[in-house]
């Protein structure tokens, strides 16, 4: 029997028991310009709105997302048991890791890159918010170590790199390409305009291989220009504020 989303997702495949996917502004219950999936609370929406909204991918999931208060760092928490009742976040962390089964972990971005993680063998799955900022001061490495802290190995985790800005439409001062590049390896790029700009989802992709995790999925899309996403800056250059996606990894 082929089962019927709840809300449309984008799944990624990261081995066998893991669930893994993105959300889009799609099937919520906001309103303009947020509309309609928005899952991020102090974007000028409707809490208890954006907590139904919530509710709408725990239905999906069929267990309650854990999310927390990301603020472009490194802390990575360790999430070892279910979300209980209206929990709004688990804490201030970029990046969660968890090794227990049914505890869906979540991200939310609105250009920032959303990472998905998990090691189908040693049973381990991850997320992490990777900004320009996190990424620079190294929250994927530091959540792959948490991760192998867990008991993954990192021959054996698979990644998937979700939606977020690409490096022709992230356009930054030269001295901010500067100093990024100083950090972080090929991430400096050009936008379509001819103007010094970051690729943050293929640096992100490049450090996953780095660090030797077994596949890398990138999805390739930039929400600036796809308008199934949220885009912080798309909304910022239109006068507006936007929403939050989310990508979602779950052990069964």
């Keep these: 029997?082929?089962?019927?989303?709840?809300?449309?997702?984008?799944?990624?495949?990261?081995?066998?028991?893991?669930?893994?996917?993105?959300?889009?502004?799609?099937?919520?219950?906001?309103?303009?310009?947020?509309?309609?999936?928005?899952?991020?609370?102090?974007?000028?929406?409707?809490?208890?709105?954006?907590l139904a909204n919530r509710d709408l991918v725990d239905v999906e999931v069929g267990a309650k997302v854990s999310y927390l208060t990301q603020v472009h760092g490194t802390v990575v928490q360790v999430v070892d048991r279910a979300a209980v009742g209206v929990e709004r976040s688990r804490g201030t962390a970029d990046a969660s890791v968890t090794a227990v089964p049914l505890v869906?972990?979540?991200?939310?971005?609105?250009?920032?890159?959303?990472?998905?993680?998990?090691?189908p063998v040693h049973r381990v799955g991850a997320v992490v918010h990777a900004g320009r900022a996190g990424l620079a001061a190294g929250v994927v490495a530091t959540t792959v170590g948490a991760m192998v802290d867990a008991g993954a190995t990192v021959s054996t985790i698979r990644s998937a790199v979700g939606p977020a800005v690409c490096g022709e439409c992230y356009e930054v001062p030269q001295a901010l390409q500067d100093a990024v590049s100083d950090v972080v390896p090929g991430v400096r790029a050009t936008t379509s305009w001819g103007t010094p700009s970051l690729d943050l989802p293929g640096a992100v992709a490049r450090e996953l291989r780095r660090l030797g995790v077994a596949e890398v999925v990138e999805v390739a899309t930039c929400t600036r220009t796809d308008a199934r996403f949220f885009s912080h800056r798309e909304a910022t250059a239109n006068g507006e504020v936007t929403g939050r996606f989310a990508g979602v990894v779950v052990l069964s």
């Excluded at 997702?9 to 999936?37: K, Q």
């Design 104 to 119: 869906p972990l979540g991200v939310l971005v609105a250009d920032c890159v959303p990472v998905l993680l998990a090691d």
């Design 1 to 50: 029997m082929v089962r019927t989303p709840v809300i449309p997702v984008i799944e990624v495949d990261l081995g066998p028991g893991i669930r893994a996917f993105f959300t889009t502004r799609d099937g919520g219950l906001s309103g303009p310009p947020r509309g309609t999936l928005n899952l991020g609370l102090n974007v000028q929406d409707d809490d208890e709105v954006v």
